[in-house]
């Protein structure tokens, strides 16, 4: 049974950093298209970054040069760096999965789904 849990999120000021991570269980992890979204209240959810399984990856506009999308294959787990963060960054953050996909931020190709992880930049 494939399993993500998110961590590392937070509350921080605008400026500043965070580093979230997903840890995956149940699945050949390396095989995987590996994604962040991230939902704010009222708005739809959306992409942010994501990884596939032979290196390739998307950033959402608003982030790039900002955010960081990485994976380790031996420790089963993705990462997002976050740093120079807005408050418009804040929102739930999602960690998501889906076998044997090219590089996407459309969240309706994704599969399996972590329960979350909220950040809140404040100023």
């Known amino acids: 049974q494939v399993q993500l849990v998110e961590s590392g999120g937070g509350a921080v000021q605008t400026g500043g950093s965070l580093r979230l991570s997903c840890a995956a269980s149940?699945?050949?992890?390396?095989?995987?298209?590996m994604g962040w979204f991230r939902q704010a209240p009222g708005k739809e959810r959306e992409g942010v970054a994501s990884?596939?399984?032979?290196?390739?990856?998307v950033y959402k506009d608003s982030v790039k040069g900002r955010f960081t999308i990485s994976r380790d294959n031996y420790e089963n787990t993705l990462y997002l760096q976050m740093n120079s963060l807005k408050q418009e960054d804040t929102a739930m953050y999602y960690c998501a999965a889906v076998r044997w996909f090219s590089a996407t931020l459309d969240p309706a190709q994704f599969v399996y789904w972590g329960q979350g992880t909220q950040v809140t930049v404040s100023s």
């Open positions: 990884l596939d399984a032979y290196g390739s990856v």
């Open positions: 149940g699945y050949s992890y390396s095989t995987y298209l």
